[in-house]
């Protein structure tokens, strides 16, 4: 007998195989391959789906996931750490936004429905914009950290605001009766949620993780996320809100990693019957109908949001660029717009065209993002070229300040861009052997305190020409640019070497394909971390097997000066590696230390007939804090002592058997 819902989801999973091998070539998100897949088989595309209702209650399963997700994720350690643009940059953006969509539809409907409409337009793309920034290396950079904090704000946002649509759907009913019962069942529940999470379900989960059953564990998890998200429906508020709350109570267990772990596989597979399902209900048709309205509420989305979002940059201290980017970065509404739209189209605040309208933005918004993305770094070049002023330029943070003896004029001197470990490292390294430096970092509160302990550092953008001038780029001797942010570092190379040709420039960067470009841009040596740490590695692989000092150092020079070839190609033979001579190769240096009491303790070395009785040579003893190498024959052992042995594994394992002592690799 055939099941038509089983089949549907054979056409919807073999589809968006289709779709987004298609996505990953065009290095085009998930999210936008799902609600592409969604677009082509749903009922305005192709209609190879028919049960599209049955699709929605699996869509609505992977919302409750998600949500469920984000709660276990939720620390409110983490969120103090970095409040500052969590919370104001958070709220100022949402709000910002919110407003501003609320005044713009203003004469559209009711005051409701605008004011939802601009919840639903604040909100960006955390998993489209978080995926990009990762595979740039970006996270790390001041814009990554401030669209990070961003989202972390909208991410959690999105609760009050699923709280509060079923309230703005029954304010024209001057109701204030059921909008206050609706507030005293939610606190209800929340109160008795957070007396489950302290007392209650703790204590559950250590009786379920004694049985070491792992199906076990994962079906109490599955069933306190389900059982929660349906009490909270029940009170008459969402399933999503529910399936947070539930995700909370799990956070306050010693065991929320290990639920995630088991909860992860279903999310990503519920997730996306629920992107497909808001592809799903877009009508194409309406999208060639009206192609002039949502191109020009697509750019007016865009350039909105982009202003608010960098003008929020800029308000916590960021430079023209880090606004820019950040601006750039959301831009896009995002996937929890869906679901509070869905909430929002239940209760009758959005729906007919308006709801299609909104689809269809969201979507083009969504789709543009990785093009918008790439194109960043030359859209920032453009806001450079403006006449703009220099305070604008590098944010509202003085370049220089503090009790720092900066000196006026520096000359054959070290500028180090970037204050990270790498950073210091080198500033330390500067201090001792007396080289003269200097120091930019974008971080102002770094840039504070070590000013106050009298570090030569300065706040700036390294890549505004302003900034380099006045740390006296023309006259240093070395640049050494040691940022996480690719395309900031290929224009500070490209900057520096046009205002100083003689610099010697050196640059870290996390990937060996970017050696190229900015050796082409004017770096001298690039130094990519994923190479060098095989280098590292295989130093030390090298060293265990005993190859010569000076033979190691060479072959180690010779990668460097291939440009790392022999790691970057499979098939390149390297011709100093067929000479490198493996010495000693079955010997390994291991200790042994004698118990305590021990039948050798007083004997002297001669009299323990290592080297007849096992093959073996001790190297030194260590006694204590002492370390006697090339100890004598006639040196006498005690109880305690560390033997350092080398001899083979076989003869290491021999003596130790015959030793009651006990063999530390």
Request: with cysteine; glycine share 8%; net charge neutral.
């Amino acid at each position: 007998m055939e099941i038509p819902l089983l089949r549907d989801i054979v056409y919807l999973f073999a589809s968006s195989i289709a779709v987004l091998y298609i996505c990953h070539l065009m290095r085009l998100p998930a999210v936008v391959g799902y609600l592409l897949t969604g677009i082509l088989i749903g009922p305005h595309g192709l209609g190879l789906v028919q049960s599209v209702k049955e699709v929605e209650v699996l869509a609505e399963i992977g919302i409750v996931l998600l949500l469920f997700s984000i709660g276990i994720e939720f620390s409110f350690q983490k969120l103090l750490q970095v409040k500052k643009p969590v919370f104001i940059g958070g709220s100022l953006q949402v709000l910002l936004t919110l407003m501003a969509v609320f005044w713009l539809a203003g004469g559209e409907g009711r005051w409701e429905e605008g004011l939802f409409m601009g919840a639903l337009i604040a909100l960006s793309s955390t998993a489209i914009v978080l995926r990009i920034l990762q595979e740039n290396g970006q996270i790390d950079s001041p814009h990554g950290r401030k669209v990070l904090a961003i989202l972390i704000y909208q991410d959690l946002v999105i609760v009050p605001m699923m709280i509060f649509t079923p309230l703005l759907a029954d304010w024209d009913q001057g109701s204030l009766l059921s909008v206050f019962l609706l507030l005293g069942e939610a606190s209800i529940i929340v109160f008795l949620i957070v007396l489950s999470a302290r007392y209650l379900v703790p204590r559950i989960l250590f009786r379920i993780i004694r049985t070491q059953n792992r199906e076990l564990f994962l079906l109490t998890v599955v069933l306190i996320c389900l059982a929660v998200a349906w009490l909270t429906s029940l009170a008459g508020l969402s399933l999503g809100l529910g399936a947070f709350l539930a995700g909370l109570v799990i956070s306050e267990s010693e065991y929320s990693h290990h639920a995630l772990e088991g909860i992860l596989p279903f999310k990503d597979v519920f997730n996306s019957f629920f992107f497909i399902s808001v592809g799903m209900l877009l009508n194409f048709f309406y999208l060639m109908e009206n192609p002039l309205t949502v191109s020009l509420l697509v750019a007016a989305v865009l350039i909105l949001k982009f202003a608010i979002a960098g003008g929020v940059a800029l308000g916590l201290g960021g430079s023209l660029r880090t606004a820019v980017l950040v601006g750039l970065s959301l831009s896009q509404v995002g996937e929890f717009s869906f679901i509070l739209s869905k909430t929002g189209k239940a209760h009758g605040l959005i729906g007919g065209d308006t709801y299609q309208l909104f689809l269809a933005v969201s979507i083009s918004t969504m789709a543009l993002t990785p093009f918008i993305l790439k194109a960043a770094p030359g859209i920032v070049d453009l806001f450079h070229r403006l006449p703009l002023p220099e305070r604008l330029r590098n944010g509202r943070h003085p370049v220089t300040g503090g009790n720092a003896p900066l000196p006026v004029k520096l000359s054959d001197h070290l500028l180090i861009i970037g204050y990270g470990i790498n950073g210091k490292n080198l500033a330390r390294a500067a201090r001792n052997a007396h080289i003269p430096y200097r120091i930019i970092e974008m971080n102002p509160d770094t840039v504070r305190v070590e000013q106050s302990v009298g570090e030569h550092i300065e706040y700036g953008d390294a890549t505004n020409e302003a900034v380099l001038l006045h740390a006296d780029i023309r006259q240093a001797r070395i640049l050494v640019v040691v940022i996480s942010d690719p395309a900031a570092t290929a224009r500070i190379t490209q900057l520096a070497r046009r205002l100083n040709p003689a610099l010697h420039i050196i640059v870290r960067t996390r990937f060996v394909h970017e050696i190229s470009p900015l050796r082409q841009l004017g770096a001298n040596e690039v130094v990519p971390e994923e190479f060098e740490t095989s280098v590292e590695i295989f130093t030390l692989l090298l060293n265990k097997y005993l190859v010569p000092r000076d033979e190691i150092e060479r072959f180690v020079q010779q990668i460097r000066s291939e440009s790392y070839q022999m790691f970057r190609s499979t098939n390149f033979r390297s011709p100093s590696a067929s000479e490198l001579e493996l010495h000693l190769s079955d010997l390994e240096i291991q200790s042994v230390r004698l118990p305590n009491p021990s039948p050798h303790a007083g004997k002297t070395i001669q009299e323990l007939n290592l080297r007849q009785l096992f093959g073996l040579n001790l190297l030194a003893i260590r006694r204590g804090e002492t370390l006697i190498a090339n100890p004598e024959a006639r040196q006498k052992l005690l109880a305690g002592d560390t033997l350092i042995l080398m001899g083979t594994p076989e003869q290491i394992s021999r003596f130790g058997e015959n030793l009651p002592g006990r063999i530390d690799n």
